[in-house]
């Protein structure tokens, strides 16, 4: 007879065939310190982030344009000389443009191995971390609607790559002065640069990435090209998690670069 | 040599019920925890059950969980720990347990019997076997494996879990499907086995969400998530969720890669 009031049935750890103990994990080191710090990191972006992509302000100083608006797809968007204007999406996009680019990025983010396994852990609790039991009744994994879209994540990494490579273009417009003369640097210049090679750097190590290059490959000895590039790749995959922290503190440091400028906080200083 | 006196908690009882107990025991220089857990059988405990072999790191039986952790009792050295740490051993808590420290890991072996054996190739007699080194080096990581389960012992999906045992063969088995399917050699495909669809539909490689708690605690090292699961969960894409791959694979009739 159901009363509501019997305890839930055990299972997991607390499964009748295991061995009986009472505490959900019996670990003593600092187990919970991993999980905390990435859900903070990852909600400061998210705070950051959105606060920028929505504001619709201060995101092109020249030559700077904010990763953030880069390319501009709609007719709202500043006019920027020589810059990633695009406008794809004419005058009824009257929001944020940054909200129309941001949707690869942030995809490709999302459905990233490494990513998912950080929210999993630290946003879900799925698990918290090794050994130590998941708070969920029920687990199912990647293989029901929603999550098993995240099979899709090689796509996004087919978007990146444009998305890089105007990423790309933007930096090598950083060698520009604010009166757009060539041959010009300043300290602007050099954070771009720092991003844009952490921007390379982490979707190539991606693990789609590599599987592409070569990882569904059978017979390495047949393709010695695709051999080499999938070496390449898998050394560069081995550094992915830090590679995808690098590159999202970079990403968001370059925007509030151009946030301070074009809010006349601070002036670029010049080198040449 | 230097030798104290350590405390340790010890979950001792069977299927019925147990409990974790106290006792206090000799250490010396460079023991590891398994030479502690002889000693208490030696002078305290002669009936506690402990499954050990190798002492070695290489035969995986001392598999149990020290301070809540999955590890091999040999290969855990007394000096990780402070003098004054109560060091808690108990069996590993995925499977049922037998007695003591001793569980019954047969889920383990039902799964590795699910996992369809190597096809030999048509036509190539067995010691004509050829393979290029470039084209065994992943799978020879996936060798490495003492089958010590400490994996299956640590993965969430079964752990926290016991009604996904029977859809989830556990990452041990999961790599063992993608060493097959990396195979230069393997014939499933020409006999109609597709590893890369059967890893998702039959061993449940689904529900493993990467978290790499496996890998955190392989004693052999082997990046099990990185190496084997993602690359197989790429290869389940290509064929359940690519239509380029799918459709690029139609036209150019290239199984085997
Ligand atoms: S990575 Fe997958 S198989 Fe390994 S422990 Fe985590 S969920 Fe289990
Ligand atoms: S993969 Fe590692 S942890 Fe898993 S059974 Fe083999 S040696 Fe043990
Ligand atoms: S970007 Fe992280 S795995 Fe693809
Ligand atoms: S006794 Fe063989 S691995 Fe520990």
């Given amino acids: 007879m159901a009363t509501g009031t019997e305890p839930p049935r055990l299972t997991g750890v607390h499964d009748p065939s295991r061995a009986a103990i009472a505490a959900r994990h019996l670990r003593t080191d600092r187990w919970w310190l991993a999980p905390a710090v990435t859900a903070a990191g990852l909600l400061a972006f998210i705070v950051y982030s959105t606060w920028r992509a929505f504001a619709n302000a201060d995101y092109y100083a020249a030559p700077y344009v904010s990763p953030f608006y880069s390319p501009c797809l709609a007719e709202n968007c500043q006019e920027m000389r020589g810059g990633p204007n695009l406008d794809l999406f004419g005058s009824w996009w009257g929001l944020s443009p940054a909200l129309l680019i941001l949707v690869f990025p942030l995809g490709f983010r999302l459905t990233c191995y490494y990513y998912r396994k950080a929210y999993y852990r630290g946003f879900w609790a799925s698990p918290p971390a090794c050994a130590v039991a998941e708070p969920h009744a029920k687990y199912t994994g990647e293989t029901r609607f929603p999550l098993v879209l995240q099979n899709i994540h090689r796509y996004f990494f087919y978007a990146a790559l444009p998305v890089a490579g105007i990423l790309t273009y933007d930096t090598a417009l950083t060698f520009r002065n604010d009166r757009y003369e060539w041959g010009h640097m300043g300290l602007g210049t050099l954070l771009f640069l720092v991003n844009i090679a952490l921007i390379w750097a982490y979707t190539l190590s991606c693990h789609s990435c590599r599987h592409i290059m070569g990882g569904r490959l059978r017979h390495f000895s047949k393709h010695p090209v695709r051999y080499r590039l999938w070496g390449w790749v898998s050394r560069l995959n081995s550094r992915h998690m830090q590679l995808a922290w690098a590159s999202l503190i970079s990403v968001a440091l370059c925007d509030f670069y151009v946030y301070l400028l074009a809010s006349g906080t601070f002036t670029d200083p010049r080198f040449f | ?257």
């Fill in chain 2, 1 to 257: 040599m230097s030798t104290y006196d350590a405390s340790f908690r010890i979950w001792r009882g069977d299927a019925e019920g147990g409990s974790l107990r106290d006792f206090t025991v000799e250490v010396h220089d460079g023991e590891v925890v398994l030479d502690i857990v002889h000693r208490l059988q030696a002078t305290q405990a002669s009936d506690l059950a402990v499954r050990w072999n190798c002492k070695a790191g290489k035969c995986g039986s001392c598999s149990a969980e020290i301070n809540g952790r999955p590890r091999l009792m040999c290969m855990t050295r007394m000096s990780t720990f402070e003098r004054s740490e109560t060091i808690t051993v108990t069996p590993l808590r995925a499977f049922p347990v037998v007695r003591d420290l001793v569980t019954d890991v047969s889920f383990n072996y039902e799964k590795a019997r699910e996992v369809p054996a190597f096809v030999p190739p048509q036509g190539v007699a067995p010691g004509a076997y050829r393979m290029q080194q470039v084209d065994v080096d992943r799978s020879q990581e996936f060798r490495k494996c003492i089958e010590c389960f400490l994996c299956q012992d640590t993965c969430h999906v079964v752990r926290d879990h016991e009604e996904n045992k029977t859809a989830f063969a556990g990452p041990r088995f999961l790599m063992r499907v993608a060493e097959l399917d990396m195979h230069p050699l393997d014939a499933a495909q020409e006999a109609g086995l597709d590893r890369k669809r059967t890893a998702q539909e039959e061993h449940g490689l689904g529900y493993c969400n990467i978290t790499k708690c496996c890998t955190e605690v392989c004693p052999e090292g082997i990046k099990i998530t990185d190496n084997a699961l993602i690359p197989l969960k790429e290869r389940a894409v290509d064929r359940t969720y690519d239509p380029l791959v799918w459709l690029g694979n139609k036209i150019r009739r290239r199984a085997d890669l």
